[in-house]
């Protein structure tokens, strides 16, 4: 683990890793503090319980994910290149040791109601709608969306269509979910 960065930081890093690539539920804590290289009061002293540091990790993955939405609408002159560099993003992420959407990972193995993840989850996700509305009423400034599109239901369709696709491969291992993502979502998504 990287010492420049300062307890917390490493303890975040160490469990959203750790997470991501084991699950939740079979990363402990005291793995956590061993790959933070800290000590086990100071990791008590950042996060009273594990699901105060699942919390912490999912923030910390959103505001990846809220990039990656930014940029790659920057990125796109209309809709049909912004929906193209979408799931090509996804492709570059999986990559990576891939076991689909961290945050409904972490959502799948957490008790609701002993803690506000929940809430913070139900949070994020009207974030994303809120985001995907902006971008979607700037596409439409820039004439790249017809007026009469529903900015909000448009956001909502490509946050199900996303992760209902990141959890069909989950299920099955196959890949054909996330190359059916795009012509799917163009299917669905007509807006024309």
């Known amino acids: ?14 469990a959203t890793r750790l997470f991501y690539a084991q699950g939740v ?9 061993a790959e933070s290289e800290i000590a086990k009061a100071t990791f008590y002293q950042h996060f009273p319980s594990k699901n105060d540091l699942i919390r912490e990790c999912i923030l910390h993955y959103n505001e990846y994910i809220i ?8 990125d796109s002159d209309t809709f049909s290149d912004f929906v193209s560099e979408w799931v090509t993003q996804l492709k570059k992420d999986m990559q990576l040791n891939y076991r689909g959407c961290p945050i409904a990972e ?21 974030r994303w709608y809120t985001i995907l509305d902006g971008i979607f009423s700037t596409m439409k400034r ?6 009469r599109v529903d900015n909000r239901l ?15 491969y989950r ?21 024309g």
């Open 25 to 33: 539920l079979s990363t402990g804590i005291n793995q956590i503090i």
């Open 1 to 14: 683990m990287n010492k420049k960065h300062g307890p917390r930081e490493r303890i975040i890093r160490a």
């Open 154 to 168: 448009l956001a909502q369709r490509m946050i199900h269509l996303h992760e209902g696709a990141l959890t069909m």
């Open 106 to 126: 972490a959502a799948f193995h957490v008790d609701y109601s002993a803690h506000d993840i929940g809430e913070t989850i139900s949070e994020i996700i009207d």
């Open 142 to 147: 820039q004439g790249q969306l017809a007026e």
């Open 67 to 74: 990039a990656v939405m930014i940029r790659t609408a920057s």
């Open 171 to 191: 299920l099955t291992n196959d890949l054909k979910y996330i190359d059916d993502l795009e012509p799917f979502m163009a299917a669905v998504l007509d807006l």
